[in-house]
T-cell receptor
């Protein structure tokens, strides 16, 4: 019940295209769903996050779509750029007294071709 | 605010040796987390502290691993009698109640056990 399944494992997109990464979770107690971006040799950095009381959240070119009944959420990167080439991780957690222990997906390596 | 700082960034050691990693969180953050990331995988939770108290440890954290956070400031993660399977990136993250849910990660300490 603690797993977060992420797909695809890798993704190649043309510049200007839309990148879509999907995640599914099992534990209905999860209440915080962030996406992290990681460049080689760097630590993960928060990109965007959503809570289950909304179905969509948009920040610039990045959008999270959330389907509570299906226990799925996805990241959409619009107008993908070569600088977006990185590994993306979805995660899920349950905030307990302000402490968030993330369960991460296995990551998606995105390459945006110029 | 310089972010989460980890030291050393890289450590190469021989099997059986002890190693220690240090993490300096963002100064006002009272929660500190340790994660382990192996190649091609998402980070896995190891342990976390609220102030100086270690509140949870993953079963991934064998008896050879010990973490401390004296005085609720920096933290150390020590691995005794290292094994080749300990080779990984060790990530530290911190968070505060003011930014609920977001973990700020350091750039990690990469351990290679020969």
């Amino acid at each position: 019940q603690q797993q977060v399944k992420q797909s695809p494992q890798s993704l190649i997109v043309q510049k200007g295209g839309i990148s879509i990464i999907n995640c599914a979770y099992e534990n209905t107690a999860f209440d915080y769903f962030p996406w992290y971006q990681q460049f080689p040799g760097k630590g993960p950095a928060l990109l965007i996050a959503i809570r289950p009381d909304v179905s969509e959240k948009k920040e610039g070119r990045f959008t999270i779509s959330f389907n509570k009944s299906a226990k799925q959420f996805s990241l959409h990167i619009m107008d993908s750029q070569p600088g977006d080439s990185a590994t993306y991780f979805c995660a899920a957690s349950r905030g307990t007294s302000g402490t968030y222990k993330y369960i991460f997906g296995t990551g998606t390596r995105l390459k945006v071709l110029a | 605010d310089t972010g989460v700082s980890q030291d050393p960034r890289h450590k190469i050691t021989k099997r059986g040796q002890n190693v220690t990693f240090r993490c300096d969180p963002i100064s006002e953050h009272n929660r500190l987390y340790w994660y382990r990331q192996t190649l091609g995988q998402g980070p896995e939770f190891l342990t976390y502290f609220q102030n100086e108290a270690q509140l949870e440890k993953s079963r991934l954290l064998s008896d050879r691993f010990s973490a401390e956070r004296p005085k609720g400031s920096f933290s150390t993660l020590e691995i005794q009698r290292t094994e080749q399977g300990d080779s990984a990136m060790y990530l530290c993250a911190s968070s505060s109640l003011a930014v609920n849910g977001e973990l700020f990660f350091g750039e990690g300490s990469r351990l290679t056990v020969l």
